[in-house]
């Protein structure tokens, strides 16, 4: 994006040098159609210079949780500029709805973002800038607390990412005593991660208030902007999971243990190969993961290789696992320079291939939202964006031929895949229901929080692993969803996505072609048009009744028999 108000060498250092854009716009006046859409595209410059400086401050942070220099530089952000933005950025939209050229803003895109607006001015409250400030801060705690986490085997120190490869480990005794190191490293911070969250909990609780609700959940739900479904729709969603999804990994975890010939299935046993061969082992080092990633996506659209091929050389990819590092995986847009960012903590195993394609799916989407004009309408929500990567994940899983040297290897690489959608909806639909319970239950305890926990696992979980002797790692298992910690009630989508993207992957398994323009198109939209037309526009339904969740688990489950 050329900049047409700003200086190209202007950098944000503080707030008193960035003020007097926000000034100018508010004070500026408005007297045609022509004129307003001059100011809304000077606006989003200005919002796109803005949200790309904090982007980077939280890219070069969670790349190193040790240096306090570049942690003291996001927290600037947080700190000093942001909640100024908050209150000016109210008044700006206030400017926009109250412009008498509103109704002549007739492209398309316009009724979803001013939709946007009109929701933001409604949730808006002054007291709440400083207690999401705080929010913000706390938030961050938990990348430091699990960064810091690591364990000690065989004379090296590894960081917990790095633990699992040791948990498909073929010798049981080598899988059983790295579990316990990991899940004893996990318990020392249990008080720690337990504290946070209920300060969390508090102060999200105070900004519903705030804001006019009786909880956050509800509070949550409007700002999150789910204008295309409802709180029952979740509700719904949950119990359609636990009838139709959860009798598979059930299913599945019964063939496992008979497989691996085991009269006690244990948690150590769940992610080693059922057959007795080694783990898959796709990749070798980040350059080769880039390389074949690129060939694998270039199978399915020349484009997407290229997007990948371009991060590359403007270096937007952090891949490798190491100490220091933030855990997990995201990709990052970049709105000015519209080249994303993709992080993630590989260490050479199959879960890190689909890692970097569901990653990738997210940066082709933002590489296909270029030529939208405003970041709002390249914003779209993640009933979408996760969309673009689950979908990806089962489109791309038709070419990991060139992650793979024999038919057997891909058909094991297949398999483990469909075994992970089994198991994603049931794990999304506990978290989501954990979220519920925990914010219309704002004042709960430390011990009834385990308990709620432990009720919703017992519908949600695998019925086959036998957790005697461990529970207290099954009470705190949910404190590593980093969701929970950093943005709350974002995780239903990635089920409604899921199911969105087997339906994807089954347009493509009839008709590739077809199924790839659909699939462009969708998501070339952005966030111009609501989420049942964009999923309409990839040959989808938004659909997550009982029967659909059925009908589709069915495909998954033949899909899987015939590998």
Request: aromatic share 12%.
């Amino acid at each position: 994006m050329k900049r047409q108000i700003l200086k190209s060498d202007f950098s944000i250092t503080s707030w008193e040098l960035l003020s007097p854009y926000f000034e100018e716009l508010k004070q500026r006046e408005i007297n045609s159609q022509n004129e307003l859409e001059k100011w809304l595209l000077d606006y989003n410059e200005l919002g796109a210079v803005v949200s790309e400086n904090m982007a980077w401050r939280y890219i070069k942070m969670t790349c190193d949780t040790t240096n306090t220099e570049l942690r003291d530089h996001f927290n600037d952000f947080v700190q000093n500029i942001e909640p100024n933005i908050s209150p000016v950025a109210n008044d700006l939209n206030k400017k926009i709805i109250n412009s008498p050229f509103i109704n002549q803003l007739t492209k398309t895109g316009y009724g979803i973002y001013l939709r946007g607006i009109k929701n933001s001015i409604d949730l808006f409250r002054e007291e709440n800038i400083p207690l999401n400030t705080k929010l913000q801060e706390l938030e961050q705690q938990f990348g430091e607390i699990n960064g810091a986490q690591s364990i000690e085997y065989k004379g090296e120190k590894i960081t917990l990412q790095k633990a699992g490869v040791f948990l498909k480990d073929l010798n049981r005794n080598v899988r059983e005593e790295v579990y316990h190191l990991v899940q004893n490293r996990r318990a020392k911070d249990e008080d720690a991660l337990n504290n946070l969250f209920t300060q969390l909990i508090a102060l999200r609780h105070q900004v519903s208030l705030n804001a006019g609700f009786k909880n956050y959940r509800d509070y949550k739900h409007q700002f999150l902007a789910r204008f295309d479904y409802s709180v029952q729709d979740c509700l719904n969603f949950h119990e359609a999971v636990k009838l139709y999804a959860v009798p598979l990994i059930n299913e599945n975890d019964r063939q496992r243990k008979e497989k691996l010939n085991l009269e006690d299935y244990r948690p150590w046993d769940t992610s080693v190969d059922e057959e007795g061969l080694s783990p898959l082992k796709p990749f070798n080092g980040a350059q080769e993961l880039i390389d074949k990633t690129i060939k694998c996506f270039n199978k399915i659209d020349p484009f997407f290789g290229e997007c990948i091929d371009t991060m590359q050389k403007l270096n937007r990819l952090d891949l490798e696992s190491r100490l220091g590092k933030a855990p997990g995986g995201y990709q990052y847009p970049l709105y000015e320079t519209d080249v994303p960012f993709i992080f993630m903590n590989s260490v050479g195993l199959h879960r890190d291939l689909v890692t970097m394609v569901h990653e990738g799916g997210h940066a082709i989407h933002s590489f296909l939202n270029f030529n939208l004009e405003l970041v709002d309408f390249k914003s779209p929500p993640s009933e979408v964006a996760e969309l673009a990567s689950m979908s990806m994940e089962l489109i791309s899983m038709e070419h990991w031929d060139v992650f793979f040297d024999t038919e057997e290897e891909l058909k094991r690489a297949k398999r483990q895949q469909l075994e992970s959608v089994m198991d994603t909806l049931p794990w999304i639909a506990a978290i989501d229901k954990f979220q519920h319970w925990i914010y219309l239950n704002p004042n709960h305890s430390i011990e009834d929080r385990y308990q709620s926990w432990q009720t919703i696992m017992n519908d949600f979980g695998s019925q086959i692993i036998n957790y005697n002797g461990l529970e207290n790692n099954l009470k705190r298992r949910w404190q590593v969803q980093l969701h929970l910690y950093e943005v709350p009630f974002y995780y239903i989508e990635y089920g409604f996505a899921q199911l969105g993207a087997i339906a994807v992957w089954r347009n493509y398994k009839t008709n590739a072609k077809i199924a790839v323009e659909q699939y462009k198109a969708a998501l070339a939209l952005g966030y111009t048009k609501s989420i049942p037309q964009i999923y309409e526009t990839a040959g989808i339904k938004f659909d997550f009744s009982p029967d659909y969740i059925k009908e589709l688990m069915a495909f998954v489950k033949q899909e899987y028999q015939n590998i």
